[in-house]
């Protein structure tokens, strides 16, 4: 039954994934660390369940084998901290918190907002690379690596 139950789970993410790469030229995901959300016990199995690290995998070896752009965005982007309207971090923000207004009086759903904010990041890092804004050092001591897209600059006529 448990065999089933992930070949199901599988097929479902081959499926969601190709269709994704076939679809679009760029796709942006945020860099998350699935291995620390496991550890708090609330979200654990829904983030278990929906296999987010193979996902994530299946996501880069299509994208690369459909001449894609996959743009990981650092998992300390404030995505939803962030107003996709005006700019303004707002400097904490509980999980709890689902919907919130900025003070230039617009009203954001927290994951609509992350979504709007992690496609504005992605598509600098695509057009400029990723020293589009000061980064931090990894926790790993790993710095930030310039992603060079494939097709930057195709169809612009060079002279």
């Known amino acids: 039954m448990y065999a089933r139950i992930a ?39 829904a983030i278990s369940d929906a296999s987010w690290a193979e996902f994530r995998l299946m996501l880069e070896y299509k994208a690369d084998w459909y001449g894609r752009d996959l743009v990981v965005v650092d998992r300390f982007f404030p995505s939803s901290k ?14 709890n918190v689902r919907t919130w207004t900025c003070a230039c009086g617009v009203t954001h759903d927290r994951d609509v907002n992350a979504a709007k904010n ?13 020293g589009v804004r000061p980064q931090r050092r990894t926790p790993g001591g790993q710095p ?4 060079e897209t494939r097709r930057a600059t195709a169809g612009i006529p060079s002279h």
Request: charged share 25%; with cysteine; glycine share 4%.
């Open 118 to 130: 992690l496609l504005a990041a992605g598509l600098a890092v695509t057009a400029c690379g990723a």
């Open 144 to 147: 930030v690596v310039k992603q």
């Open 7 to 45: 070949d199901r789970r599988r097929d479902h993410l081959h499926k969601l994934s190709t269709r994704l790469v076939r679809e679009n030229q760029t796709l942006v995901i945020e860099d998350l660390t699935v291995r620390n959300m496991i550890k708090n016990r609330s979200p654990a199995r």
């Open 82 to 95: 962030l107003c996709s309207a005006c700019g303004t971090l707002q400097q904490r923000m509980p999980l």
